[in-house]
């Protein structure tokens, strides 16, 4: 049997166990509109069907960021100085960051590049019950831009992300809320890798 369809068959087959449930698995006799849907869009891109369970080439654009590193914001002073630990997961498709502040601020977050979608993906969960995705377009120089509507502790808002790498030990990261057609600032975050 052909390797690509193999490794559609497996994926489509992960998706029906996880939609169906194991209750209902043995009951599944045809494949579903979702897998029929997914089985087309891989069968008509066969070089995304060939990307999966491996990570994107564009994952090598920020494997940079993987390490230990400070953390000071734009309210250090009121918050004092925390820290990232960056660790690639899930095979290196995606990067975890492991944030905590001082005050106990905890935050988990993952960041990779969607094949399917062709964007990247910031997908984060905190302490607080508040989790955001928000996703952008590849980078451009130095720069990568994600965007998305959120909602933080029951307050919505349309935010901007721009990460901004200043070198492979330095990068910065700005957050803004769009707010009566103009962006505003949120904070900005310094991140400096730890000696190694």
Known sequence: MDRRLTRIGLVTGSLLAAVAGSAAWGQVNAPSALEQR??????????????????????????????????????????????SVVTP???????????????????????????????????????????????GDDWNGDRLILEGDIVALGVQAHVRQTIIRLSDDAYRVIGEERIDGAWQPIDTHLYTREAR
């Open 38 to 83: 997914i089985m087309a869009k891989l069968t008509a891109d066969p070089e995304l069907a060939a990307t999966l369970g491996r990570p994107a080439s564009q994952m090598s654009k920020i494997a940079s960021l993987v390490g230990n590193w400070e953390v000071k914001s734009s309210r250090t002073a009121q918050y004092g100085i925390g820290t």
């Open 89 to 135: 997961v899930f095979g290196g498709n995606w990067l975890e960051m492991r944030g905590a502040a001082p005050g106990g601020m905890q935050n988990i977050t993952f960041i990779g590049f969607n094949p399917g979608m062709r964007k990247w993906q910031f997908v984060s969960i905190d302490n607080l019950g508040n989790s955001s995705t928000v996703q």
